[in-house]
């Protein structure tokens, strides 16, 4: 005779109490919520860090004038503020006023001291566009505000910063003084409106002069003399400037119309090309294929796919796109332009080719599971109806499944806007102010090679000379695409919704 012997809950280390709250699931309720409050948490923070740095890129700082304590003087805007620990190198080449007054700071923050960047612009004097200046070295009282220090935004060199102290006309003087010349200045016009025998007379924080023609002048303002209205108008117009005009000094300033027009006509022809043979495929695999192991194969294969990394796609899009698709296409119809290239090289085309090529597996997969969530009473119904399969697809079940299919749409939409790697390979530049649409036949010119906010991102981030002048545009460009990309996914989410209520009476 066996023996059992009794349960005992305590034995085990766990309480009837311990038992009855993991059956109810009550701790995975808050294990599961807990992670995505903190993937929220997550995407809030870097959306609204790049949206805070992005928005202020453009805001207009006052010019200030910094005295050092050794005579010399610094003129410009503050850009950033940091504190810094000096190393000893440093502290022995300052002079004596300068190390006590280090000494004293140092000691009051725990062995750190003040230094801001201030960007002095003047590159064709200056030989530098920014300039550290630490705390310890400006003299007491030595950081003002000039009246009349203008800001000039420049074609080339960057910015100049400023007194006016003449205008001239064919270099003859026809006013003196700052406000004198200011005010004639405002009533001649600048860039290209202005006459080229206009320029005005401006005098450095450092007692430098230089005259400047208007036709070089992109846009000029007293900064010390706005009001918040003027700095709004001044805000307002580099945001036009930025989103209507070429980019200019290295990409680092003017705009990115032509990376705009590149990156939502590539992201509409990628999005054009990949949701008809997403769909077709996906259709086949599940409504006419056979199930098997020849239709698992493909679908790990299309698994698998989604995983390849993009450079990879890169490489295809230029090796197959670009060389032998396009210089079969140059041997056949554009041999008078050999060995200059047409279709054979990169362009928006074959870009928008290669993404789709990218993208297939998630339309695919999306499409499957949005045909398979539609039930099987309906192709029945339909079917004994009289209606043949094909008729049963398009009537029945593509109208139930198109929102699942426009998911599909918005999430290779959203991978795709975002790739560069690939673009790099088969058609992405640098500068191409040229866009690929005119008035010559056809007009839409897909075999040109385009320009990518994504790249200009990558190109401001990595290849500027002048990095300090391009980091704000970085956190701006990559506003900019995150905005270009939830305005092309919120269309689709409400075409998707518009078909979700459409179709959701019919439903069971």
Not at 28 to 37: E, P, Q
Not at 85 to 90: A, G, K, R, Y
Request: with cysteine.
């Amino acid at each position: 005779m066996s023996h059992r012997r009794p349960r005992n809950h305590r034995a085990r280390g766990r309480s009837p109490r311990a038992n009855a709250l993991l059956a109810r699931g009550e701790p995975m309720v808050w294990f599961t919520g807990s992670g995505l409050v903190i993937g929220l948490l997550m995407v809030v923070a870097l959306v609204g860090f790049v949206f805070c740095q992005g928005l202020v890129t453009f805001w207009p700082a006052p010019v200030v004038r910094l005295q050092l304590v050794d005579g010399a003087v610094v003129q410009g805007e503050v850009t950033r503020a940091e504190s810094f620990v000096p190393d000893p190198v440093f502290l022995a080449q300052l002079d004596s006023v300068a190390q006590a007054t280090a000494a004293v700071e140092m000691a009051a923050s725990e062995g750190t001291l003040r230094r801001q960047l201030v960007r002095i612009g003047n590159f064709e004097l200056t030989g530098e566009h920014f300039r550290w200046v630490e705390s310890c070295r400006i003299a007491p009282g030595g950081t003002r505000e000039p009246a009349w220090a203008v800001v000039l935004e420049r074609q080339a060199w960057g910015r100049f910063y400023g007194t006016p102290v003449a205008f001239l006309v064919e270099g003859e003087v026809t006013a003196v003084g700052a406000e004198a010349s200011w005010n004639q200045f405002l009533t001649s016009g600048q860039g290209h409106d202005a006459r080229p025998e206009l320029s005005l007379r401006l005098v450095t924080g450092t007692g430098q002069t230089s005259e400047i023609a208007l036709t070089d002048i992109v846009r000029a303002y007293p900064a010390n003399q706005l009001g918040f209205g003027g700095r709004v108008r001044v805000y307002l117009s580099r945001w036009g400037e930025y989103l209507t005009a070429e980019p200019r000094e290295a990409n680092s300033e003017g705009g990115v119309l032509p990376a705009i027009f590149g990156t939502v006509v590539m992201t509409l022809g990628m999005t054009l090309l990949v949701v008809p043979f997403g769909v077709m495929a996906a259709l086949y695999l599940r409504e006419y294929a056979r199930q098997g192991w020849l239709t698992s194969i493909v679908r790990i294969s299309i698994n698998n796919l989604a995983g390849v990394p993009s450079i990879v796609f890169g490489v295809f899009g230029m090796g197959f796109f670009s060389y032998f698709v396009g210089g079969r296409i140059d041997a056949l119809f554009f041999a008078e332009n050999l060995p200059n290239p047409t279709f054979g090289t990169g362009g928006i085309m074959w870009a928008s080719l290669t993404l789709a090529l990218l993208t297939l597996p998630v339309v695919i997969v999306a499409t499957e599971e949005a045909l398979a969530a539609v039930p099987s009473a309906m192709r029945e119904g339909s079917l004994a109806c009289g209606a043949t399969r094909w008729q049963t697809i398009r009537r029945v079940v593509l109208p139930r499944a198109l929102p699942g299919i426009m998911t599909g749409a918005i999430l290779a939409m959203a991978r795709g806007a975002g790739e560069v790697a690939p673009l790099m390979l088969v058609g992405a530049v640098k500068l191409a102010p040229e866009l690929p649409i005119d008035g010559r036949f056809p007009f839409l010119h897909l075999q040109r090679s385009f320009m990518h906010l994504g790249f200009h991102i990558y190109d401001l981030g990595f290849q500027s000379q002048n990095s300090e002048a391009a980091k704000p545009m970085v956190f701006t460009t990559t506003m900019l695409l995150m905005a270009i990309i939830l305005g092309l996914n919120l269309a689709a989410v409400w075409l998707r919704a518009r078909l979700n209520r459409k179709f959701a009476g019919s439903k069971f």
